[in-house]
């Protein structure tokens, strides 16, 4: 978006500049009329419809990954975080396991987080695996997130919900299917 927002400015400062040194007698001219009436055809609805139209060609298909939709392949593994001032509770429903400030995923595994908070309005966001998700008191939000590599990942409340805001943060540990599968044992005993 940043990219396509910064032609568009390019573009615009570019006519802008052209507009300043165009000469002034030429607006007398007959051929000078079309050629407005272009620069309005082409800049106020061709520009707009292309740039929009870009925008959506790539922001439709990563939206709609985030959504919680029905996998392809069996079901999404469901992890419950619950945001307290100011740390995070992650609950496994099927193993029964409860965690403080950090979280544990299979790789190229679909997860739904339910995510909700105890008190204030947080936000959960992890940069690296999806966008910003708010958690408002009395409702559940669902959050999709599916890593596509092993590694550790940084989580932030992203929302002002306190004194200690800036260190409400929490880990993804995001571990192959067998490390995940001996990872749940392991907590599990």
Same mark, same amino acid.
């Given at each position: ?8 400015? %390019? ?9 300043? @040194?165009?000469?002034? /007698?030429?607006? /007398?001219?007959? #051929?000078?009329? #079309?050629? +407005?009436? #272009?620069?309005?055809?082409?800049? $106020? %609805?061709?520009?707009?419809? %292309? ?9 439709? =298909? %990563?939206? #709609? !990954?985030?959504?919680?939709? =029905? ?6 593994? @469901? ?13 496994? =429903?099927?193993? $029964?396991?409860?965690?403080? !400030? ?7 595994? =679909?997860?739904?987080?339910?995510? +909700?908070?105890? /008190? ?12 910003? &998700?708010?958690?408002?008191?009395? @409702? ?7 890593? /596509? ?13 306190? &004194? ?11 571990? +192959? ?13």
């Amino acid at each position: 978006m940043f990219s396509v927002a910064a032609l568009v400015f %390019v573009v615009v400062l570019a006519l802008y500049l052209y507009a300043l @040194r165009r000469p002034a /007698d030429a607006e /007398d001219d007959p #051929r000078t009329a #079309r050629t +407005s009436q #272009r620069w309005i055809i082409g800049g $106020g %609805v061709l520009l707009p419809l %292309v740039s929009i139209s870009a925008l959506l060609t790539f922001g439709i =298909p %990563v939206g #709609r !990954n985030m959504l919680p939709l =029905p996998p392809v392949d069996g079901e999404a593994m @469901r992890i419950d975080v619950i945001g307290h001032q100011w740390w995070w509770q992650v609950s496994y =429903p099927e193993s $029964g396991i409860t965690l403080i !400030n950090e979280l544990h995923i299979p790789v190229n595994t =679909p997860v739904d987080l339910h995510l +909700s908070t105890a /008190d204030v309005i947080h936000s959960f966001w992890v940069p690296r695996l999806a966008g910003k &998700l708010d958690m408002i008191p009395g @409702r559940i939000n669902l959050l999709r997130i599916a890593a /596509d590599m092993p590694g550790s990942y940084r989580g932030q409340c992203a929302e002002f919900c306190g &004194l200690d805001h800036a260190h409400m943060h929490f880990t993804v540990e995001v571990h +192959s299917a067998e490390n995940f599968a001996a990872w749940l044992e392991s907590v599990r005993d």
